[in-house]
């Protein structure tokens, strides 16, 4: 399985899926330019969960 080298993130990435789930992740390694964008996307998506659990600690 291809890995983008991200952690503690949910992100979409074009995959095979089946009934038993993903069966693999389509993609190559990303121009330089792409997988910074992607980290950076990660990282906006980990800044707003902690932002959203520090204003909403009943949900966590």
């Given at each position: 399985?291809?890995?983008y080298d991200l952690?503690?993130?949910c992100l979409s990435v074009p995959a095979i899926v089946s009934q038993n789930g993903v069966e693999r992740i389509i993609g190559n390694k990303l121009p330089a330019a792409e997988q910074k964008a992607l980290e950076k996307?990660?990282?906006l998506l980990k800044?707003?969960?902690a932002d959203?659990?520090?204003s909403?600690?009943?949900l966590t």
């Open positions: 399985m291809f890995d952690d503690d993130v996307s990660a990282a800044r707003s969960v959203l659990e520090k909403t600690p009943d």
